[in-house]
Nanobody, 126 residues
Framework: QLQLVESGGGLVQPGGSLRLSCEVS????????IAWFREAPGKEREGVSL????????NYAGSVKGRFTVSRDNAKNTVYLQMNSLQPEDTAVYYC???????????????????WGQGTQVTVSS
């Protein structure tokens, strides 16, 4: 079965860094476009970042641009989200998602993905 598994979350102080991972399995080719989302309690799930199957195209929400970097290592079937200069407002459960065909949707507001990971908690607090 197709599966996305996030890892790397944890507790960090403001200004700190974390690197999240999204491991992809079950696709004929595991090189698929990946979307990162986050959801804080009481808030709508929001798109954070996008990366195409080859990594040639990326996109970021304005709130994280310049602080977060999405990348991938296709040999490891893994997409990364490097998060620097973290702030308390970044506290949320972070999810990765993929379309069943691996398509890249350039709109961060698009949420109708077919596959989602279980999420990893990121807490930024002093």
């Amino acid at each position: 079965q197709l599966q996305l598994v996030e890892s790397g979350g944890g507790l960090v102080q403001p200004g700190g860094s974390l690197r999240l991972s999204c491991e992809v399995s079950g696709f004929t080719s595991n090189n698929v476009a990946i979307a990162w989302f986050r959801e804080a309690p009481g808030k709508e799930r929001e798109g954070v970042s996008l990366i195409s199957a080859t990594g040639g195209i990326t996109n970021y929400a304005g709130s994280v641009k310049g602080r977060f970097t999405v990348s991938r290592d296709n040999a490891k079937n893994t997409v990364y989200l490097q998060m620097n200069s973290l702030q308390p407002e970044d506290t949320a459960v972070y999810y990765c998602a993929a379309d069943k065909n691996g398509y890249y949707y350039p709109d961060l507001a698009y949420k109708q993905y077919d596959y989602w990971g279980q999420g990893t908690q990121v807490t930024v607090s002093s």
